[in-house]
DNA sequence: ATTAATTGTGTCAAAATAACACCATAAACA
DNA sequence: TGTTTATGGTGTTATTTTGACACAATTAAT
């Protein structure tokens, strides 16, 4: 039964960043951990692998227990696999990347798992490795999201595209030029106009989008250009 | 001690996609087991990660084993972890991506390990799921040859601009308009024209370049775009 | 009605791209 | 020795994309 005895056997751990945007910071779910060990101090929400479950699920239900969110957008970054990562006992943690829209989580999960939404700017020291995860995580968005059209993941079912050029210039701290930015996202077909105008603004409202759901799973593997090319000189 | 005493240790694994270019196909090296389980089908190269041991070091250590190598390219690509991909125990399996240099490797290492380079077309069926992570990893080396400028780690270290197409050519499976291509690579400004010419041609004589070690670290990070934009269009 | 803040759209010059044609070089061979 | 053949190297041009920029329209507050 046992055709490999020799290799050993090690811890597998589940590690979510969570990713927000809430109208004018990209924020970060993060826990404070009340329970040991660590305990009191922050880190990424996580997890053990059971053994009777696939990676994906696991990292499904992790989301789930916290937000209380199903199919939402997840990818797996990495794998980390320093020998003392964790202090206590060797262990190995896959780091999965999730964006959700900030206002569909569940409060009371959150409440209850003592987790907070934290800007990028304000967080606090993480344990273990979290901190490069995170580093990574951020690195990984603003990488995808110049290609990839990632952002809606971020933003309410409907939108305007103000709202839009806030969440790039939040990924990544720079403004970005109405018009051209305005031209380039119309270009690539994924807004559908619903005609409607959003009703909270206090001068001018602004025209609410929806998502071409069609054209962006068709499209989405293709690259893109959003972000000026400036923003591309390394 | 045990801190964790109630979730399950799991076997981890690495396997090793390792791409190469011979001048005209692009090919995996592959092995054929001589060993159980599924002695004498076809798999990519792995091992089982040792309790004292990085992740990233066991992929070098693996590597090493079989090509003789070190400080090649490696990126570390997906973990695996599908409950029953190893029918004889559950395995997870951190995959890696490596590109070598085709000449460089140790062809008796290759050799005593059973090993064989295969053009992509050619590929045998592979055991478990590694097929998938073939897959997935032709997909990796297409999308990252497309913006940054990892296909010279499939090169000598000397070479033409036309050895160089071919490469490009190899990758994508299309043919490239020699002139747009040669413009475009050199104004990366990436080539170093060594003044020397190729010597093993039959006919004109290419001039040899080699990679400019310096802007290439510089500039790794930063987006290219090597293909043509029609190759873009999913 | 005027002001202030924000949204939507147009213009234009510069740069990048794709399509294309010509000449140069070197080996093979008549 | 000069012609052929295969390949390498570079220039031109029209089109498209980009980035920088200016002006008009809408809404609420005053």
């Known amino acids: 039964m046992n055709n490999y005895p020799q290799a050993s056997r090690i811890l597998l751990a589940i590690d979510c960043i969570i990713f927000g945007f809430d109208g ?6 993060l826990i404070k951990r009340n329970f040991e060990p660590e ?4 880190s990424l929400m996580g997890g053990f692998l059971n053994a009777d479950e696939d990676l994906s699920d696991g990292a499904a239900r992790i989301l789930y227990n916290l937000t209380g969110l199903k199919n939402i957008y997840v990818e797996q970054l990495e794998t980390y696999g ?21 206002d569909d ?14 800007t990028l700017e304000n967080r606090p020291a993480l344990i273990f490795d979290h901190e490069e995860m995170v580093c990574k995580a951020i690195e990984h968005l603003k990488y995808k999201a110049a290609l990839h ?4 993941e971020l933003l309410p079912e409907f939108f305007t595209i103000p709202q839009l050029q806030k969440l790039y ?16 996202l119309l270009s690539t077909g994924l ?21 071409d759901e ?3 799973k068709e499209k989405f593997h293709s690259f893109w250009n959003f972000m000026p090319d400036s923003m591309k000189q390394s």
């Open 82 to 102: 320093k020998i003392n990562r964790d202090p206590a006992e060797r262990t190995v943690s896959v780091v999965f990347f999730a964006l959700i829209q900030i």
């Open 149 to 152: 059209p990632i952002g809606f």
């Open 39 to 42: 305990k009191g101090k922050w």
């Open 214 to 216: 069609v054209r962006y």
């Open 169 to 184: 210039e939040a990924i990544y701290s720079i403004p970005l030029d109405r018009r051209n930015f305005s031209r380039k």
């Open 105 to 118: 989580h569940d409060s009371e999960a959150v409440k209850s798992h003592n987790a907070s939404w934290i």
């Open 191 to 211: 807004l559908i106009d619903t005609g409607s105008k959003n009703s909270n603004s206090t001068t001018k409202k602004a025209t609410l989008y929806k998502l």
């Open 24 to 29: 004018k910071d990209i924020k970060l779910l």
